[in-house]
């Protein structure tokens, strides 16, 4: 796992996680959303594949475990492919979730029929951050034109 391979799952499934702890509280129901649709198509099929696997092994011993083994291996090469998609990792999806989360519009329909999204209010760390910035430094944050951040919050 020293060298970077974008092949290998661990690699993939890290930059996705990395990506989800950028903004975990807003990206991670995301990931959740995409995860469990995969899930769910796998569900859908495993009792037809243990049922074929099954009429395969009970002919054929090695053929069956070759074909469960294939069944598994794609099945693992597509959750891996599904998540290094260009679309999912790209700048586009990146834009895509700030758009939908911080207007509430879509790419499609942003409201002023030049294919430009309204400028996004940009939604902060949220209260545990400041307070753990407070408690960390003993001060606050401090902006260099200005002094000090005014943050009120009962410690």
Known sequence: MIDFNRDAAFWVFNQVSNLAYTRYNLIA???KE???KLEDDFLKTIDAVSEAATKIYNIDKQLGLNFITDYSVSQSE??????K????ISVFQICRWKCEKTT???IDDNGNGMGVPKYPDQ???GEEYYRNVIKETGRGIVCRSSGYMNVNFDL
């Not at 597509?78 to 998540?83: F, I, M, R």
């Not at 998609?85 to 999912?88: D, F, K, L, M, S």
Request: overall charge neutral; cysteine-free.
């Open 78 to 83: 597509h959750t891996v492919e599904y998540w």
């Open 34 to 36: 995409h995860q469990s």
């Open 29 to 31: 129901p995301i990931v």
């Open 123 to 125: 939604p902060g760390y």
């Open 104 to 106: 509430g519009m879509t």
């Open 85 to 88: 998609r260009p679309v999912w």
